[in-house]
């Protein structure tokens, strides 16, 4: 997952770009013009750390030198910098201009910027009490600041000026690219509304920062007070001695000596349910996720959720909108609801015969093993398992001991972006670090230059969300000749001291995608920061992360990173074989529990204001989601959706996060697929289409049309068979 976070201004901050050496198009940058950067020679300089550049390498931050106490007065004061810096804009005696007022926009804000990029990675990968009460009283403020910004009717006036004379300016892609969002992200935020709406939409936005900031930090209590304790090793038979040791330690860490935790990761199924062979604990660990935040204590947020629906809602009735999804999808790839739905439901009926079936495929294997129950959800996995190891002669044990966490990330990851782009990467130790457990890599481009900076953080703790996400900690931008540097964040189990470091499959993929994110924003290669790199649309972004993750399999690749830990010697072909054919089996679960989500997401959103306003109880929310999930006709009660509303950190823990978005990861594996037959199809891990993809994709940012742009890489519009067909939804899978 690709996280986003606009902080102060959405004209002048993001936190998804980054930069490449390899140019994306013929014409050349605008230099920064005299007349933009005298507007702000007369406001003060800021104080403290965050007041200048780093001056580390690639200014990333020195870690060394930042105190959690600094955090909250940098944003005070950089907000009041921010502040004088638009007075100059609007206050600017001389005519709107492009740069004068778009550019001036687009640079505004510095020092907020670097504040926000530091502290709000810090709150999702290694939090404290401290930065969470920073953050539950600085985001409503940040908040307020931008509406501030976009809701000024002087400022709006000069960015409407400068839009209206458009096709008289000498603008080139990119310039008439930031212009056209600039002028379209301000009507979106309210700036033809009236000053009563304006007002209104100010404290919606208000409330819906301060209950989303809420909504996050509660699920991520009810996940770290939810974790599973057992009294007894024997308890937990069928898992392995190193699992069994982490959760002693895990039990230790919480002052539970002498007996046993497993920690609930962010999704509704956990990683460690098919091992357990006790049904009792295997039932009582999924209850545990499943109802983690819907128990009517400090960590219920069946309220909360309520009341962010319907403030959506009711912001959305303020544009004229039926509501928040028809609001919130002007800028997508897919436009409408209606578009996304339409997409969705075309699996609809091919995946519930799917689930039916392979239920009834885990049913007769309950027998076989000597069961008298039918399949439940915690049963699911580990049926599932028994089933796939069956059929297709796999065993998951027999996979893990060949994916080492370095190797997979060196010789794969890194491996086969050498081999598709050319660039290669320098592992280093003399940057501060966030977390003992973060690595850094200078990343060189296939001149040999400076492309940028990677951090890797891949080791689950409680002081982490769940999940996992690219961002930035530098942006790119040819104007301030600045290079990304990107951090990639997962949630890997930590090997107990003295183990090897082993993932599974699963997060094997994970690293893949991640890293596919990463790559999106090291070729980033804009003017200006706003719409470079992974600043694209919520359904675009997640394509080029799902597309790096078919190179986990492709013959050379493995051959180069799956080697096992003890003997060295190279995973076999026929495993990975059966791997690949295992894939379309289980679809049932892997793939309905993410259309369920996503279908979901898109009926809370889709609700009137009074619609909304009357679900306002807990009983209220658990009925609309029951009635939603089973208006499906998905077989919900043995696949529950991946995210239940309480949990659903996508949606709800944010003011707009991937609200209505959640169809995103459908959508974009179709282009996935897609891209996938095209690499196959002109000679698979190549330079040459690793070129190609960089120039017509990852290099693109958000300066073009989504359509045109798959279209100028993959030469047609995107087709949905080959998606369907990796699923197993287009015929018998068994």
Known sequence: MKLKFLTASALALSLAVTACNMPAADEPPRVLAEETTALFADIPAGTGYFATNSELPFQTPDFSKINDEDYEPAFM?????????????????????????IVALEISGEML?????????????????????????VSPLLTAHSDAITLDPDLFARVKAVYDARDELDLNTEDTTLLERTYDDMVHAGALLTEEQKEE??????????????????????????????????ELAGLSDSDIENAAKAASERGLAGKFVIPLQNTTQQPLLPELENRDVREKLFKLSVNRADQGDSNDTRLLLAEIASLRAQKAALFGEPDWASYTMYDRMAKTPKTALDFMEQMVGPLAET????AGLLNEQIKKDGGDFTVQPWDWYRYANQVRKEKYDLDESLVTPYFQIDSVLENGVFYAATELYGITFEKRDDLP??????????????????????????????????????????QQSHMYGTKPVIYNVLNIPKAAEGEPQLVSFDNVNTLFHEFGHALHGLFADQNYRSIAGTATARDFVEYPSQVNEMWATYPSVLQNYAKHHETGETIPTELIEKIEAAAKFNQGYDFGEVVEAALLDMKWHALSPEEAAAINTPEAVDEFERKSLEELGLEIGLVPPRYRSTYFNHIFSSPAGYSSGYYSYLWTEMLDRDSRKWFMDNGGLTRENGDHQRRTVLSRGGTMDYFEMFENFAGREPDVTPMLEARGLTGDSE
């Open 77 to 101: 004061e950089s907000m009041e910098i921010h502040k004088a810096e638009i007075e100059a804009i609007k206050n600017n005696p001389a005519e709107a201009n492009f740069d004068n007022t």
């Open 113 to 137: 910027g670097r504040v926000a990029r530091v502290f709000f990675a810090l709150t999702g990968s290694n939090t404290n009490d401290t930065l969470d009460a920073v953050n539950a009283k």
């Open 201 to 234: 939409v100010k404290k919606i936005n208000t409330r819906l920062s301060e209950t989303t900031t809420k909504f996050g930090v509660t699920v991520r209590e009810a996940t770290v007070d939810n974790a599973l304790v057992v009294d007894t090793r024997e």
């Open 433 to 474: 670090v966030y977390h003992e457990d973060v690595t850094t890599y200078t990343v060189f481009d296939a001149d040999g230059s400076e492309l940028g900076l990677f951090y890797f953080d891949p080791y689950q703790r409680p002081s982490k969300r769940g999940g996992a996400w690219m961002s930035n900690f530098v």
């Open 355 to 358: 689930q039916r079936r392979e």
